[in-house]
T-cell receptor, first 115, second 112 residues
Framework: GAVVSQHPSWVICKSGTSVKIECRSL??????MFWYRQFPKQSLMLMAT?????????EQGVEKDKFLINHASLTLSTLTVTSAHPEDSSFYIC???????????FGSGTRLTVV | SQQGEEDPQALSIQEGENATMNCSYK?????LQWYRQNSGRGLVHLIL?????REKHSGRLRVTLDTSKKSSSLLITASRAADTASYFC????????????FGGGTRLMVKP
């Protein structure tokens, strides 16, 4: 089945530093990837849609300069949390659709803790 | 953004019992999908039901869709302790944006 590999699974960083999260589609090409954020016991909130070869589309209220997205190839999208602050601590998940009309495949998520 | 509500928000049952979760949404959809999430993990796709389908089965899962009421239900029969997880519905809206909009989720606990 279609797999999206997300790394790292867990990261702790100091305030002010930047953290990069990678998502790779392992056995299919993903022209579009989706980045979500999830707070404890809450649902997923779409942050941005990453498009291969073009700029990402950000949801309202998401700072594009803070959450940098790069989708440089058909199998790799990255989310960089820049100048991280404790309020950025959250669970970040990516997903992609392996084919039209199919269910989406999600990465295993990255738990970011900013101290 | 969240499309709608899931009901109940939390459900606790005994092993062997059936679990029913409901989902409501607001817009017209291409399809509705159910996902499962174990604590601290990514989401796993369970089942997809298209807007022209009314019921779908997969193993112990049964999903219904009522587009006139903009609602769906997920039934897990003969639950097991391993079914303990959060369950989310997600809609693929019209016009097609190739994106999913999630409900708030139901936290299911199955007691052995």
């Amino acid at each position: 089945g279609a797999v999206v590999s997300q790394h790292p699974s867990w990261v702790i960083c100091k305030s002010g530093t930047s953290v990069k999260i990678e998502c790779r589609s392992l056995d299919f090409q993903a022209t579009t990837m989706f980045w979500y954020r999830q707070f404890p016991k809450q649902s997923l909130m779409l942050m941005a849609t990453s498009n291969e070869g073009s700029k990402a589309t950000y949801e309202q209220g998401v700072e594009k300069d803070k959450f940098l997205i790069n989708h440089a190839s058909l199998t790799l999208s990255t989310l960089t949390v820049t100048s991280a602050h404790p309020e950025d601590s959250s669970f970040y998940i990516c997903s992609a659709q392996p084919g039209q009309g199919r269910g989406y495949t999600f990465g295993s998520g990255t738990r970011l803790t900013v101290v | 953004s969240q499309q709608g509500e899931e009901d109940p928000q939390a459900l606790s049952i005994q092993e062997g019992e059936n679990a029913t979760m409901n989902c409501s949404y607001k817009t017209s959809i291409n399809n509705l999908q159910w996902y499962r999430q174990n604590s601290g993990r990514g989401l796993v796709h369970l089942i997809l039901i298209r807007s022209n389908e009314r019921e779908k089965h997969s193993g112990r899962l049964r999903v219904t869709l009522d587009t006139s009421k903009k609602s769906s239900s997920l039934l897990i029969t003969a639950s097991r302790a391993a079914d303990t997880a959060s369950y989310f519905c997600a809609t693929d809206e019209i016009p097609a944006g190739n994106m999913l909009t999630f409900g708030g989720g139901t936290r299911l606990m199955v007691k052995p």
